[in-house]
């Protein structure tokens, strides 16, 4: 009980704070200056009375708690309204949306994970230079090159100089751009924390014992790096959003950026705000579970 | 001694060749965009329709975009803008994490608390996240930029203002000067904040470089400036429709804003070393505090 009172508090805080992101992505969509009446009017010449009328319909007119309060209620249940332009349910958009992104998501964030591991792992194993020398190169790759310049490049050689793949629409390239990036952003950090949990002083007392390495890798080190990497991976999950979000207008994805973006352009605000919702209550709920699960498994962390 | 150990000491008198030519591609790049009305006559915005989509020329030197528009003096124009909103929304993010959040902290447990948890909310927004919702909010142009940069990396930079402060305050010199009769905002500005300057010039060396390439991100995806605003990520977005057309107007402004968060990162690297020799000490239970410190995502 002692150890899963914090896990109850972390998950009570996510709540909290998946609450309160959506409420503040909601006024905010609400206090633009000018909605999407007025785009469709400016667009279909709509008469002020029409506009009024239509304002009436969406409930556009009414004070901006209860639309909030209606609107928190029905996306409860999975109703995020009908898209403003395309008069179709957002929550089948989002569905139709989905798998793209996720498959992007969930392609480079393998990647990446297996690539700073993997990296790392085998550069303490070996304690080789060159192997270190790759992970120096990753992390400033990852610091000096934003996903999308990476994207652009990746088109121009791949595609156009040597023709290989149909790059627009294909997953490939981006899952690997993405994969790079992510893997650059945390290898240095896993390399570091992997060379001083093989100096711990239990782990020497093992290898003085003559345990094999790998007994030594499996029992001694990993419990200790267990928790880096989940923080880990729950940072690059976090990390994903704007690598996905270029890579799929870059390479014309129809996922949910796309589908965000379009909507930003097109000032459909049921649209934008439920993308942003479930974008951002995803985050929340993956750095929710992971807080959870640190604590659970690391009682340092509470202390 | 070693070159790496003259580096090493802070003060030594002959430069790394990587960090002197860093300074020298900022220090171009910075003069490009300042005398960017004086390097070049053409305006970002008239087009030549006599040449559109032209390689290097005499009168275009990088040549021209498939609208005919000159692209040095697009990305000299667009350095302007990419710089002013990097740096404004490194200030802010600095006002509201550091400025704010210092002055929370002193005035007491309450206000520390409440805009800790202000700190936290945003931190759980991805900077497009929140472009995107700004933007909607507040209409397209520079300010709704500004304002997504400065959120977006207020946190980064209140939580190790935070780590730092914590670790100051314990030490013996702020309970001394406490002792003499020294308030608490007067500890906090003479005592303690000297100690953070260093910190605080390291963060802010981690955060420019970043905040130029979220800006650049924002412009490409359209959230940024409007349309007669040249930034480096918006000529990206506009070129990155006609790629088989004219690679080299898509090629020139990555190759300026690579170089220079290249530069900008190796110059931080540096400055981190010199004025912090400690960060490198991480425990491992505490892996967040290196991510803090500036190791981790960027774009």
């Known amino acids: ?303 | 001694m070693s070159p790496a150990g003259t580096m090493a000491s802070g003060g030594g008198r002959r430069m790394a060749p990587g960090t002197a030519a860093a300074l020298v591609v900022v220090g171009a790049i910075v003069l490009g965009a300042v005398a960017a009305p004086w390097l070049t006559d053409l305006s970002p915005l008239d087009q030549d329709l006599g040449g559109l989509n032209r390689g290097p020329s005499a009168e275009h030197l990088l040549g021209t975009d498939v609208l005919g528009r000159d692209i040095l003096a697009r990305l000299l124009w667009g350095a302007r803008t990419t710089l002013m909103v990097g740096t404004l929304g490194t200030l802010l993010a600095f006002a509201l994490g550091a400025g704010v959040g210092l002055a929370a902290i002193v005035f007491g447990r309450l206000t520390e608390t409440l805009w800790f948890a202000v700190i936290d909310l945003v931190r759980a927004l991805p900077a497009t996240l929140l472009g995107v919702l700004l933007i909607v909010a507040l209409g397209s142009g520079m300010a709704p930029v500004v304002i997504a940069l400065g959120l977006s990396y207020a946190p980064l930079v209140a939580l190790v203002v935070r780590t730092a402060h914590a670790r100051e305050a314990a030490r013996d010199y702020v309970a001394a000067a406490a002792s003499f009769g020294g308030g608490r905002l007067h500890v906090l500005v003479h005592h303690i904040l000297p100690n953070l300057a260093g910190t605080l010039v390291t963060q802010a060396a981690i955060v420019l470089p970043r905040c130029i390439v979220t800006e650049s991100v924002l412009s490409f995806l359209g959230l940024g400036s409007s349309p007669d605003e040249p930034t480096w990520g918006r000529m990206i977005a506009d070129a990155s429709r006609f790629i088989e057309k004219a690679p080299h107007a898509i090629l020139a402004p990555i190759v300026a804003l690579v170089v220079l968060t290249t530069a900008l990162s190796i110059l931080g690297g540096r400055l981190r070393r010199a004025l912090d020799p400690t960060r490198a000490a991480v425990a491992p239970a505490e892996p967040s505090a290196a991510i803090l410190a500036g190791e981790g995502a960027l774009s």
Do not use: Y
Request: glycine residues 10%; proline residues 5%; contains cysteine.
């Open chain 1, 1 to 303: 009980m002692r150890r899963l009172l914090p896990v109850v508090t972390a998950l009570a805080a996510g709540l909290a704070r998946a609450l309160a992101i959506v409420a503040v992505a909601f006024f905010l969509c609400r206090v633009m200056p000018g909605d999407v009446v007025d785009v469709l009017g400016l667009e279909g010449g709509l008469t002020d009375a029409q506009q009024a009328e239509l304002r009436a319909a969406l409930g556009l007119d009414r004070p901006v708690i209860a639309q909030f309060v209606d609107w928190g209620a029905q996306a409860l249940g999975g109703d995020f309204g009908r898209s403003v332009r395309f008069d179709r349910p957002v929550a089948e958009m989002l569905v139709h949306a989905a798998p793209v992104t996720l498959e992007l998501a969930l392609g480079s964030f393998g990647v990446g994970i297996g690539l700073a591991f993997g990296l790392a792992i085998a550069a303490t194993s070996l304690r080789s230079r060159v192997l270190d020398a790759v992970i120096d190169a990753l992390n400033v790759w990852s610091i000096a090159v934003p996903t999308f310049c990476a994207g652009v490049v990746g088109i121009i050689v791949f595609s156009l100089w040597l023709g290989w793949l149909p790059v627009i629409g294909s997953l490939v390239l981006p899952i690997l751009i993405i994969g790079l990036d992510n893997a650059g952003q945390i290898v240095k950090l896993v390399r570091e924390d992997l060379a001083e949990a093989v100096m711990l002083p239990h782990v020497r007392t093992a290898r003085a014992k003559g345990l094999s390495p790998w007994r030594i890798a499996l029992v001694h080190v990993l419990p200790v790096a267990a928790p880096i990497a989940l923080v880990l991976s729950g940072l690059v999950l976090s990390g994903l959003v704007a690598g996905t979000l270029t890579m799929e207008i870059l390479f014309g994805l129809p996922g949910i950026g796309s589908l965000m973006l379009n909507a930003v352009h097109g000032r459909d605000l049921p649209v934008v705000l439920a993308a942003v919702t479930v974008v951002a209550v995803a985050l929340v709920a993956i750095n929710t579970l992971v807080d959870a699960l640190h604590r659970l498994i690391d009682p340092r962390v509470t202390r």
